[in-house]
């Protein structure tokens, strides 16, 4: 059976019913679009759109009309840029952009204040997106995948930021920023190309650093409280009567509006597991009510 396909401006069949149940969300995912409905736009009450794994290949500058949106899916598409209508999303506070074919963002992307969760992995990006640096409450970032080599020496003005996803990238040293993230709490810089590591004892909030599958041949020097993942690991945390070292989790949970930060950051029972794109993402978005 082919996934349905919708006519271009129109909602869904079944998109009345879903808004009927008064939670102002609407799931699209799974469904052949190359371009939103026209239709969607004029939601203007919509809170939570999933878009996620439909083969989108463009976004309409009307979606700026979603004045009220907090969630918005949009991962495994075909999108290779952004509108600056989405830019224009006051209430937003959760963004999907993972598994896409972004080079860059728009630079008005810093207007999104509310944002405390970005998953941008999975795309084409070389270059650290400036734009990000403005964005002082955002918590969650996920870069991995992508193609960076370095980060802006002005990354500690990302004051909110708790934890930075950054496994699979192209990174050979340490990024000297990094030091400066005083209160990062989740740190992941597995699958990159680095040699070796500082004193990470600057990091005073760190509390999981993972650096697995680098060519380095023993775990950096960190505080006691420091969760490690990566080549002589298990050996630290022998010393300091640790657990053994569990995989850490690649992506931060993605509802949170009932959660605590660092059931946020770590991810608990309420992630969203993305094994393959279309999957039903109501069951697995968590508890309901939006908290910002």
């Known amino acids: 059976m082919g996934i349905a396909e919708s006519t271009p401006d129109e909602l869904p069949s079944d998109a009345e019913e879903q808004l009927r149940s008064g939670e102002q969300q609407l799931e699209l995912s799974g469904r052949r679009l190359r371009r939103l409905p026209s239709a969607v736009c004029a939601l203007s009450r919509l809170q939570k759109l999933y878009v996620s794994g439909t083969g989108l290949r463009e976004l309409p500058e009307e979606i700026e009309e979603l004045r009220e949106l907090r969630i918005l899916a949009l991962d495994f598409n075909k999108l290779e840029r952004l509108p600056d209508g ?60 992508n193609r960076l080599r370095a ?17 699979g990238n192209r990174f050979e040293e340490f990024p000297p920023a990094l030091l400066r993230m005083g209160r990062l709490h989740i740190l992941d810089l597995d699958r990159n190309r680095l040699g070796g590591f500082p004193d990470l004892h600057p990091l005073r909030a760190l509390r999981v650093f993972s650096y697995d599958h680098n060519p380095v041949t023993g775990p950096p020097r960190v505080a006691d409280t420091v969760f490690l993942v990566g080549e002589g690991a298990v050996e630290r945390m022998a010393e300091r009567d640790e657990p053994t ?5 690649r992506r931060p949970a993605r509802a949170f509006e009932d959660e605590e930060e660092e059931d946020l950051l770590i991810g608990g029972a309420g992630s969203r597991a993305l094994g393959h794109p279309g999957g039903n993402l109501r069951a697995l978005e968590g508890p309901p009510g939006l908290g910002t």
Not at 90 to 105: D, E, F, M, Q
């Open 151 to 167: 980060l802006p020496a002005e990354l500690p003005r990302m004051t909110g930021l708790r934890g930075l996803w950054l496994y």
């Open 86 to 145: 989405l830019c224009r999303l006051p209430r937003l506070t959760r963004l999907y952009l993972g598994s896409n074919r972004l080079l860059a963002l728009p630079a008005d992307f810093a207007q999104l204040q509310s944002l405390r969760c970005l998953w941008i992995e999975g795309n084409f990006l070389r270059r650290f997106p400036r734009p990000l640096l403005r964005l002082v409450a955002l918590q969650s970032l996920q870069m991995g995948d």
């Open 245 to 249: 070292p569990r995989p850490l989790p």
